[in-house]
């Protein structure tokens, strides 16, 4: 599971999902998600976007596997 530690009591969770070809240098896409949602509000997009892009999907502080707010 990769994280972001943003501060000793911060862990941001994020999913990189990456179809392209390996010897082609591709951009990354940031799909950031909307309130009381994770990161897998975008599932349905990564395969059509993960085919040329390089997709990050976090979850904001509180919200999926990210730690909760104090």
């Given amino acids: 599971m990769p994280t972001l530690l943003c ?3 911060a862990q941001l969770h994020y999913v990189v999902d ?3 070809d390996p010897w082609r240098q591709s951009e990354a896409i940031l799909l950031l998600h909307g309130n009381a949602e994770s ?5 349905g997009w990564v395969p059509v976007l993960a085919r040329g ?3 990050v999907r ?4 509180g919200f999926g ?3 909760p707010m104090p």
């Fill in 53 to 55: 892009h390089r997709v």
């Fill in 65 to 67: 596997a990210s730690t």
């Fill in 7 to 9: 501060s000793p009591d």
């Fill in 58 to 61: 976090p979850d904001m502080r």
């Fill in 39 to 43: 990161g897998v509000a975008w599932y």
């Fill in 18 to 20: 990456d179809f392209t």
